[in-house]
């Protein structure tokens, strides 16, 4: 076989294999649209000790949401609503907040942008159709990576 | 920096070359992680993180790593497309075309999330791809013309070596070596200056943000720039040397012929 034929065999196996996985995977931003409900708030790295003196097992998350989101603006929602506009909207009771949304890196970082210029950064642990996961670090008197369970309501 | 190839490169010449372009690479590195979330310019972590999702099965995420990875292998192969087809007619255009085509993709990142960047994920993937084939161009270079000396877009493998030079240095025989002497100040001198550069765009992000970009481009044209102001001196020197050459020559002929006719 000549040597051109080799080297453009090559280089076409690569682009083939590429649109082949681009063209049966989902696109994040498109998975991530739509209504998300918050399941639990959980540590990572838990300080065991730590929660159960200070809570029952059954308020853990609630817990954890109270002590590592309490510098956030989503700590207040319960839902979160993905628009394709690239707008969020956090829901909670009797509170909405409209905010920015965008997937960076390679699918895996989900920036926040709020109106006074503030800007939150999350990992896309998990995104599948009907669950979500984000993680992100906390402070150290809350040491360790918590984690936000969601799971699709629309 | 440029113009000599292979062996016949001096240890000068490859300091020059690996702590400019370990600068530019340290500053792209930290530029897209800071920008975009993620590395541009060590491949290795490219190759853990696709292992890991075609464990988890995640298709979209592993063709865009795939991608990334593709297209670095695609600079470094092109770049020395360049350097071993063009080297025998002019080595210095034909080390210069890969370092024009980084400038090109760097200045269109620049230009792009400038003016038109609109954050959305498929925008950030393919501009990651165009600073991975950056990167890739300017590695082949640098390892190519050096003989594998000067690699610049990632540190593993001069962590490596560095690492193995110190502990070669415990012996008197090696540490009185002067091509490991040389070899440990060029890695040393790589390492440096591929943390300034990305210190550098730690700092300077914030304010700089897509101009960085810019700032890295000037980077590369002094290194294009340096060699060709060192053709044209050397040539303006060889012109002169001619013309002082014909000018004796004339005045030797001149000589000739006034003793021919006084005769």
């Not at chain 1, 984000?134 to 369970?149: K, M, P, Q």
Request: charged residues 20%; proline residues 1%; positive net charge.
């Amino acid at each position: 076989m000549k040597i051109w034929i080799r080297y453009l065999s090559f280089f076409g196996l690569g682009i083939f294999l590429f649109i082949t996985l681009i063209s049966m995977a989902k696109s994040p931003e498109m998975i991530i649209e739509g209504e998300w409900k918050e399941l639990a708030w959980e540590y990572e790295k838990a300080d065991i000790k730590t929660f159960s003196s200070k809570a029952s097992e059954d308020n853990d998350s609630s817990y954890i949401k109270d002590i590592a989101g309490q510098d956030l603006v989503i700590h207040k929602a319960e839902k979160w609503i993905f628009c394709p506009n690239g707008k969020l909207i956090l829901k909670g009771e009797n509170y909405t907040k409209e905010i920015t949304w965008n997937i960076k890196g390679r699918g895996n970082i989900l920036e926040l942008k709020y109106d006074n210029n503030n800007i939150e950064h999350y990992s896309l642990t998990e995104l599948e159709n009907d669950k979500l996961i984000l993680n992100f670090d906390t402070s150290a008197h809350t040491r360790g990576i918590a984690r936000l369970t969601f799971e699709k309501v629309n | 920096m440029l113009r000599k190839y292979s062996n016949s490169r001096s240890l000068s010449d490859n300091i020059k070359l690996g702590t400019l372009s370990a600068f530019s690479a340290g500053m792209v590195n930290i530029g897209s992680l800071l920008l975009f979330f993620s590395f541009s310019s060590n491949v290795t972590g490219h190759y853990a993180i696709l292992a890991a999702e075609i464990v988890k099965g995640n298709l979209y995420q592993i063709a865009v790593v795939f991608s990334w990875i593709f297209l670095f292998f695609l600079g470094s192969f092109v770049s020395n497309l360049f350097v071993i087809h063009l080297n025998q007619k002019n080595s210095y255009i034909a080390h210069s075309i890969p370092l024009i085509l980084e400038i090109i993709c760097l200045m269109m990142v620049g230009f792009y999330g400038e003016y038109f960047y609109k954050e959305t994920l498929a925008e950030t993937e393919i501009l990651l791809a165009l600073m991975l084939f950056a990167m890739g161009l300017q590695n082949g270079l640098t390892a190519s013309i050096s003989n594998f000396t000067v690699k610049t877009t990632h540190l593993t493998g001069t962590t490596t070596d560095l690492g193995i030079l110190f502990s070669m240095f415990t012996k008197k025989e090696f540490r009185n070596n002067e091509a490991l002497k040389g070899r440990a100040k060029l890695l040393l001198y790589i390492t440096a200056f591929y943390l300034i550069g990305a210190i550098t765009a730690g700092f300077t992000y914030v304010y700089l943000n897509f101009k960085m970009f810019y700032l890295v481009s000037l980077v590369l044209i002094v290194i294009i720039i340096y060699d060709l102001s060192k053709l044209k001196l050397k040539m303006y020197w060889h012109q002169r040397k001619l013309i002082r050459l014909n000018f004796d020559n004339v005045i030797r002929m001149e000589k000739g012929k006034e003793e021919s006719v006084a005769s």
